[in-house]
């Protein structure tokens, strides 16, 4: 059964930091990239970051470059979001998916979310 688990989420003050977990089971990881999504109430899904798996490439939008870091973990099959200088609009449910086409592809597997509360 392929399963994505985010964790991590929670209520964290404006400047502050989160780390989510994305652990993966139930397919070969090393031939995913592994993309994080956010969608805030009333708003679109959003991407704001990726990591290949053919060669380790990363990419963020502009929202989020300086703040964000996406790592892997390919022993573990996890891979983190480091969020730094939090902000009130980065409040939203996370999501990480796996897409075998790799980044900015269509995604194979979806996780069910963590939610990230950021307050002023």
């Known amino acids: 059964e392929v399963q994505l688990v985010e964790s991590g989420g929670g209520l964290v003050q404006a400047g502050g930091s989160l780390r989510l977990s994305c652990a993966a089971s139930?397919?070969?990881?090393?031939?995913?990239?592994i993309g994080w999504f956010r969608q805030a109430p009333g708003k679109e899904r959003e991407g704001v970051s990726c990591?290949?798996?053919?060669?380790?490439?990363?990419y963020y939008p502009d929202s989020v470059k300086g703040r964000f870091t996406i790592a892997s973990d390919n022993a573990k099959n996890t891979v983190y979001l480091q969020m730094n200088s939090l902000k009130p609009e980065d409040t939203a449910v996370y999501y990480c998916?796996?897409?075998?086409?790799?980044?900015?592809?269509?995604?194979?597997?979806w996780g069910q979310g963590t939610q990230v509360t950021v307050s002023p």
């Open positions: 139930g397919f070969t990881f090393d031939d995913y990239a």
């Open positions: 998916a796996a897409g075998v086409g790799g980044c900015g592809y269509e995604y194979d597997y």
């Open positions: 990591i290949s798996s053919s060669d380790s490439n990363t």
